[in-house]
């Protein structure tokens, strides 16, 4: 790990990162594992794979997604998730507030 | 959920064993839900058949049971937005609850400065706008309007001791703040709840 990074670097990380959750979510559903492990293999947006469990708890209890466990030949039982109607509806404001955001400080960042 | 027991690596049991002592503070069906989940990816990334190494990587991955539960704390106290209970009930008894015996209403003013989803700036206005709610209102304006006595009936009243005219667009200013300032005061309150 680097240098300590600034509060504000990770909360605009934890902002954006539930969206990649609900990203991942579009159209199909998947295991815990799987999110993490998609996650955790983009550059830059996850440090420590642990800390996605609190959030997608906190999905579940926001009834943006909703997950049930089903056995599985290679193991352990697995939480697959899937989107709620309020979850595709939160995906679909944020697409068009994240476009918005990222043309903006993109032209602001160029201008310099 | 049923539970079948896979055999993780030594090192990811002692792990799961650590992580629960940690989080033996938290309500057990958050802890159980969150236990069960990490269990199920070290099964993935750490089962009995892994090498040492692999695991201790798929460790460092997953981060110390500490982030973890301080995350999980953090997310558990991300304050719910807008409108809660507390709130709405804030906003009823900064309104009328001055009615019952006064006290309601300062029961609603420390509702209103005991929520956090209002800014220090709200809840001045709440609290002085107007103060006892529509009681207050009642009250000031029995108050203003009992130094006009009136008598006569039908067409033919007279007041004695009214106020000038200047005095009484002063009243009549002070009763329109009386009656919308609670009014406009609480939606205020509504809007900006976060």
């Keep these: 790990m680097g240098p300590a990074e600034p509060s504000s670097i990770s909360q605009l990380r934890r902002g954006v990162l539930e969206y990649c959750v609900l990203a991942l979510l579009r159209g199909t559903e998947r295991y815990s594992y799987e999110i993490v492990h998609a996650l955790a293999q983009a550059d830059g947006l996850v440090t420590t794979e642990g800390t996605l469990y609190p959030l997608l708890s906190r999905l579940r209890k926001e009834d943006l997604v909703s997950s049930t466990w089903r056995e599985s030949d290679a193991g352990p039982p697995r939480r697959y998730y899937r989107l709620t109607p309020s979850g595709e509806a939160r995906f679909t404001m944020f697409l068009g507030e994240w476009s918005r955001f990222r043309d903006s400080v993109d032209a602001l960042l160029e201008g310099q | ?194």
């Design chain 2, 1 to 194: 959920m049923t539970t079948t027991t896979t055999e993780l690596h030594p090192l990811a049991e002692a792990y799961v064993k650590e992580l629960k002592d940690a989080a033996r503070r938290m309500p057990r069906t958050q802890r159980n839900e969150l236990v069960a989940e990490i269990r199920s990816h070290l099964a993935e990334t750490a089962p009995a058949t892994a090498s040492q190494a692999e695991v201790l990587t798929a460790l460092e991955r997953l981060g110390e049971p500490a982030e973890i539960l301080a995350e999980q704390g953090a997310e558990a106290a991300a304050p719910p937005r807008g409108l809660g209970l507390h709130e709405i009930a804030a906003i009823l008894l900064l309104m009328f609850g001055a009615f019952l015996f006064l006290v309601g209403w300062l029961g609603g003013v420390v509702l209103l400065w005991s929520s956090r989803r209002w800014t220090t700036r709200d809840k001045l206005i709440g609290t002085f706008v107007v103060p006892g709610g529509y009681f207050g209102a009642a009250f000031a304006g029995i108050a203003t309007s009992s130094t006009t006595s009136c008598f006569g009936s039908g067409r033919h009243v007279t007041c004695v001791g009214g106020p000038s005219t200047a005095a009484q667009i002063g009243q009549i200013a002070l009763g329109v703040f009386l009656l919308l300032g609670p009014l406009a005061s609480a939606l205020y309150l509504a809007r900006r709840a976060r």
